[in-house]
């Protein structure tokens, strides 16, 4: 197995900040990602937040896609990191709301489940991240300049992910 040295920012093809756009209780329309979408561990479509935007070409960068990253960037131990998948369902569009960091991998490089399950280790977790100011951008600047990282070639992601998918959350959070 060939072992090849990246920067965390060849590894991942886009870290970004979301769409600011105010959110109103009672609003309807294209749902909006909001920090609480990333409660318990998971994509909380129940948490989603609305503004009544009916457009989505008004925000064609910032619609979600299948197997996007979302991390939380803000300025506090307990939720920096916290990071979940994205699994898009059948048609539905969703808007990369902002306090979250969207997260693309490289899939030539890195599979985006692994790199999930790689975000949910007490590494990450646990100092892995600098603590952050507000705009986020030296954040985003310490994460593509991050350490090399020693990987295998992407077949060896793959299965590790689909391994990893069958364990309790216990085992790898």
Known sequence: MELKKYKLGELLSKIENGAVIKQNKGAKGIPITRIETL????????????????????????????NDLLMS???????????VIYKKQANEC???????????????????EFAYYYFQTDTIKNGGFPRLGNPPFSFVKTLREKENFTIPGIIIFRQAASLLHLLPESVYS
């Open 94 to 112: 969703i808007i990369h709301g902002m306090n979250l960091l969207r997260i693309k991998t490289n899939t030539k490089l890195l599979d985006p």
């Open 73 to 83: 960037h803000i300025n506090s131990k307990e939720f920096v990191g916290r990071t």
């Open 39 to 66: 409660s318990n561990g998971l994509f909380n479509r129940d948490k989603l937040g609305y503004a009544d935007i009916e457009d989505p070409t008004l925000y064609s960068d910032y619609i979600l896609e299948d």
